[in-house]
C-alpha cells in the first residue's frame, strides 16, 4: 500500500498496523491525536496539498500568535458615524431610519455565518476572505461618494456588513484550531483590535474631517483596512484539515441538545439591546449640553475601556466563559439603564466607561462555550447558525430603540428597553449553562 493511500486511511478514521496491516476505526477523539501529514483535501483549490498536525492544539508559539495578531488587525472595522450623519449629511432623515445602517451592518456581519461557518468546515476559506476583504475596503472608499441615505445604506449597511460577516466566523473558529486551555485568552486578544479600531476611527474622524473633509476622512480609513485586510489575509492559516460532517448546511439535529438552543435565544435576546447605548450615546451627549465636538470622544472612551476585554480571557480561562459573560453582561445591561439618566460630562463619561468596559465580555467570548458544546469538526456550522440567529436580534434592536425614544421624546424608555432585554438575556444565559452542566454552578 502506497504512501498516499495510508494517509488517507488515517484521514478516513482507519488506523493500519504496520506489521500485520490489521485495521481498526478510530472515533474522533482518537482520531484526532493522530498526525496526519501532507493529505489531498479538496477545497476552493481543487485537490490541494494541506500540511496539518491533528491534535491536541498547541497553545502557543509563532505560527499561533500570528494567527490571534492576524484575527486582531481583521477586527479593526469602519465604524458609524450616527451623530455627523444626524448634525450633517442627512439632516432630514430621523435618527431610527438612520441607525439602520449600523444595525444593519451588525446584523449582516452575523448573518452569512450560516453559509461561511459551513463553507469553512468544508475547507472555502482563503477565496471567500480574500474577495470579501477587497469588496469591503471598495465600499469604504465608495461611502465618501455618498450624500443620500439609501447610499450610505447599501454601501456601509449591507455592503461592509456582508464583507464582515463573510469573515467573522472563520476567523473564530481559526483561532480555536490553534488554543485549547488558552482558547479564551487568546479569543479576547483577537477582538481587542475591534476594540481599538473603534477608538482610531472616531477620534481620527473628529480631527481629519475640520480638516480633510468627511470625503477624504472615508479615503484614509479606508487604506487603513486595506493594510490590516491585506496583512490578516497573508497571515491566517487553518491547523486542522476540513471534514465534511453530515447534516448539511442547517443542521436541525444541534438543537436536540438543549443548552445549544437555549444559547442562541439567550443570544438573540442580548442583541435586541446590546449596541443601543454604542449607537445613540454620541447623539445623547450633545442631547443633554455635551460639545458636539466632544462628543466624539465619548463614544471612543466607551471603547477604549472595551479594550481591557484581554483581562476577561483570563477570567475565562479560570472560571468559565459562561460565567465571564454572565456577570459582566448583567452589568452591560445596568450600564444601558443608566445611560440616559446621565445628566452632564462627568456622569456619561463614567456611564460610558462602565458600559464599554463591560460589553467587550460578550463581544470576545461569545464562541468559545459555542465551540465547546461539540466537536471541533462542526465547529465551524455551530457558530455560524448561532451567528446567523442572533443576527435578527441585531438588526431590529437599535431601530427598534430610536423608534422608542422619538416617539417618547428622550432615550430614558428606550435605556429600560434595552437595558431590560440584555439582563433577560444574561437569565437566558445561566440557564444555557445549567442545562450543559446539569447543575447550577460550574465551570463552563
Not at 476540513?242 to 436536540?256: E, I, Q, S, Y
Request: positive net charge; hydrophobic residues 50%.
Amino acid at each position: 500500500m502506497s504512501e498516499k493511500s495510508l494517509s488517507i486511511e488515517a484521514f478516513q478514521g482507519i488506523q493500519i498496523d504496520p506489521a500485520s496491516g490489521s485495521r481498526h476505526s478510530l472515533s474522533y477523539d482518537e482520531w484526532e491525536t493522530k498526525a496526519v501529514v501532507d493529505q489531498e483535501i479538496p477545497n476552493e483549490q481543487g485537490s490541494q496539498k494541506l500540511a496539518t498536525q491533528p491534535g491536541e492544539a498547541p497553545d502557543g508559539g509563532l505560527r499561533a500568535w500570528l494567527v490571534v495578531f492576524a484575527r486582531f488587525l481583521q477586527s479593526s472595522a469602519l465604524q458609524v458615524f450616527q451623530a455627523y450623519y444626524e448634525e450633517n449629511l442627512l439632516l432630514h432623515t430621523s435618527p431610527s431610519a438612520i441607525a439602520w445602517i449600523g444595525s444593519t451592518q451588525y446584523a449582516l456581519a452575523c448573518l452569512p455565518s450560516l453559509a461561511t461557518g459551513r463553507m469553512f468546515d468544508l475547507g472555502y476559506f482563503k477565496i471567500p476572505f480574500f474577495a470579501a476583504s477587497c469588496v469591503l475596503v471598495a465600499c469604504t472608499f465608495l461611502t465618501a461618494e455618498c450624500t443620500q441615505f439609501w447610499q450610505f445604506f447599501l454601501t456601509q449597511g449591507v455592503g461592509i456588513g456582508v464583507c464582515c460577516g463573510i469573515m467573522w466566523t472563520p476567523v473564530v473558529v481559526i483561532v480555536s484550531h490553534w488554543f485549547s486551555k488558552r482558547r479564551n485568552l487568546a479569543l479576547s486578544l483577537t477582538t481587542v483590535g475591534t476594540a481599538l479600531g473603534s477608538v482610531v476611527f472616531p477620534v481620527a474622524a473628529q480631527s481629519l474631517i475640520p480638516s480633510i473633509g468627511f470625503k477624504w476622512t472615508v479615503r484614509v480609513f479606508g487604506f487603513i483596512l486595506a493594510a490590516t485586510l491585506g496583512t490578516a489575509n497573508v497571515l491566517l492559516k487553518r491547523r486542522l484539515p476540513p471534514v465534511n460532517v453530515h447534516g448539511g448546511l442547517f443542521n436541525l439535529k444541534a438543537f436536540h441538545n438543549r443548552a445549544y438552543t437555549m444559547y442562541c435565544i439567550s443570544g438573540i435576546i442580548i442583541l435586541l439591546g446590546l449596541y443601543t447605548e454604542l449607537t445613540y450615546i454620541s447623539v445623547s451627549a450633545v442631547a443633554i449640553g455635551v460639545s458636539k465636538d466632544f462628543s466624539f470622544y465619548i463614544l471612543a472612551i466607551a471603547n477604549a475601556t472595551s479594550a481591557l476585554r484581554v483581562s476577561f480571557g483570563l477570567m475565562a480561562d479560570k472560571i468559565g466563559a459562561t460565567n465571564t459573560m454572565a456577570v459582566l453582561t448583567a452589568m452591560t445591561g445596568i450600564a444601558t439603564i443608566a445611560w440616559p439618566f446621565a445628566k452632564n460630562e462627568s456622569q456619561l463619561i463614567a456611564i460610558a466607561a462602565i458600559y464599554g468596559f463591560s460589553l467587550g465580555a460578550y463581544v470576545s467570548l461569545y464562541s468559545a462555550p459555542l465551540v465547546a458544546m461539540g466537536q471541533m469538526e462542526d465547529a465551524g456550522r455551530r457558530v455560524g447558525m448561532f451567528m446567523s440567529l442572533i443576527a435578527f436580534g441585531g438588526i431590529a434592536g437599535t431601530p427598534i430603540s430610536g423608534v422608542i425614544s422619538t416617539a417618547t421624546g428622550g432615550f430614558a424608555a428606550a435605556g429600560y428597553y434595552a437595558g431590560s432585554s440584555i439582563i433577560f438575556g444574561v437569565v437566558l444565559l445561566l440557564v444555557a449553562r445549567y442545562l450543559h452542566l446539569g447543575r447550577l454552578w460550574g465551570k463552563f
